[in-house]
């Protein structure tokens, strides 16, 4: 079985109950940090204890147990609610993307594959769609609701590998159901720049998706994610 260790699911906690305004469901809770570990099968999702308890479910209530012991977490009725300690903690383990200010000879490390998926999940949070990392053969994808069929938008984030696969990846998405694709590229500083690496692919073998492909670099994501934090609770009170 797959199962990560139950320490490794407290930082997830602490983000889903920051990204839901400071508290939620734990039922809730069991279903939105499946993304987090992609490794995961159906299988795994349905094993038993010895005892017969449900062991993903298990997991999220032992990390949820030394959240508490930490003064992070209080858990009230089937809710489980971040304290302002746990807030402080969830706030200082997002995305630490910029050098301290004042720091000039402080290098801006590299963001990974799966701090962007984070970060455009969080995204899609904020405006009020449903968004999933790892989600069927996708990096990330944003539905209008958790139940809607249709993908709305599709994003594929090309650290390394073969561009080649990220392109079917979007085509497919397109081609099944219209899904507006987004392509990441962690090389490439802007749109233009990145067109022009595109170009050779989205006007051969991908030419149907070349005029509807958005193309964007990790430093767009970035100051999008960053943007949109800083009005998050605004947010919140437009789309609840």
């Known amino acids: 079985m797959a199962f990560p260790e139950s320490a490794r699911l407290e930082v997830p906690i602490l983000q889903e109950l920051l990204a839901t305004g400071g508290e939620e469901k734990v039922k809730v809770l069991y279903q939105r940090l499946i993304p987090y570990f992609p490794q995961l099968t159906e299988k795994d999702l349905r094993a038993r204890t010895k005892t017969r308890k449900n062991q993903w479910k298990t997991l999220v209530q032992r990390a949820g147990e030394r959240l508490v012991k930490k003064g992070e977490l209080k858990r009230l009725q089937g809710r489980w609610v971040l304290t302002e300690s746990g807030r402080q903690q969830a706030e200082a383990e997002k995305m630490l993307l910029d050098p301290p200010s004042g720091s ?110 958005t193309v964007l670099s990790v430093e767009e994501i970035e100051r999008m994610y960053h943007a949109l934090s800083s009005i998050k609770s605004i947010l919140q009170e437009i789309f609840t």
């Open 104 to 213: 000039p000879h402080v290098t801006k490390r590299a963001v990974s594959h799966g701090e962007i998926q984070t970060m455009l999940v969080e995204v899609g949070r904020m405006l009020g769609k449903y968004a999933a990392k790892e989600y069927q053969r996708y990096d990330v994808v944003w539905k209008e609701s958790e139940f809607s069929p249709r993908l709305s938008h599709v994003f594929e984030v090309q650290v390394k590998g073969k561009i080649e696969q990220a392109l079917a990846k979007l085509k497919h998405a397109y081609d099944l159901q219209r899904s507006k694709p987004f392509l990441v590229l962690s090389d490439e500083r802007d749109e233009r720049r990145a067109r022009q690496f595109l170009q050779p692919f989205l006007s051969g073998s991908f030419h149907e998706i070349g005029a509807v492909t």
